[in-house]
């Protein structure tokens, strides 16, 4: 399934060493791949512009305690980031993720399940270095 992003084309960050550099072409944007590829480094680097980006909301192990359902079902106009996404996401979240048209998605996990996705949603890391930098960026996964 493939919609247009509802909150950011374009996510950009800078972290010690790295850059985040993540164009989005769908609302909800699958970022699957190996162990140690960068994914919940990636995440970590987002949160950390949580703080001063009101628009981005994200969840992981942490909030494993808390009502994930309500928190993505009460937020709006947000880019919505999820680690862990198949131990935190049951099949009813994630059906309501797959229709939801108010927040955008990025779900990092192995399994899309429910999600109502299509190759156009699966996403891995690709990294290259730029002078002192890592630079981390999106690529189709299939």
Same mark, same amino acid.
């Given at each position: 399934? =493939?919609?247009?992003?509802?909150?950011?084309?374009?996510?950009?960050?800078?972290?010690?060493?790295?850059?985040? $550099?993540?164009?989005?072409?769908?609302?909800?944007?699958?970022?699957?791949?190996?162990?140690?590829?960068?994914?919940?480094?990636?995440?970590?680097?987002? =949160?950390? #512009?949580?703080?001063?980006?009101? $628009?981005?909301? #994200?969840?992981?192990?942490?909030d494993y305690?808390?009502?994930?359902?309500?928190?993505?079902?009460?937020?709006?106009?947000?880019?919505?980031?999820i680690?862990?996404?198949?131990?935190?996401?049951?099949?009813?979240?994630?059906?309501?993720?797959?229709? $939801? $048209?108010?927040?955008?998605?990025?779900?990092?996990?192995?399994?899309?399940?429910?999600?109502?996705?299509?190759?156009?949603?699966?996403?891995?890391?690709?990294?290259?270095? =730029?002078?002192?930098?890592?630079?981390?960026?999106?690529?189709?996964?299939?």
């Amino acid at each position: 399934m =493939k919609s247009k992003p509802t909150v950011m084309n374009h996510f950009s960050t800078v972290h010690t060493s790295f850059v985040i $550099d993540f164009i989005f072409d769908n609302n909800i944007t699958i970022l699957m791949g190996d162990s140690g590829t960068g994914k919940t480094a990636s995440y970590s680097f987002i =949160k950390e #512009c949580m703080s001063l980006n009101p $628009d981005i909301l #994200c969840i992981n192990y942490l909030d494993y305690q808390r009502d994930i359902g309500e928190m993505i079902r009460s937020s709006r106009g947000k880019l919505i980031v999820i680690d862990n996404a198949d131990v935190l996401l049951d099949d009813s979240i994630r059906k309501y993720i797959a229709l $939801d $048209d108010k927040n955008q998605y990025l779900i990092i996990g192995r399994n899309p399940k429910n999600l109502f996705t299509t190759k156009e949603n699966l996403y891995e890391l690709i990294s290259h270095k =730029k002078g002192d930098q890592t630079v981390l960026e999106l690529q189709n996964y299939l």
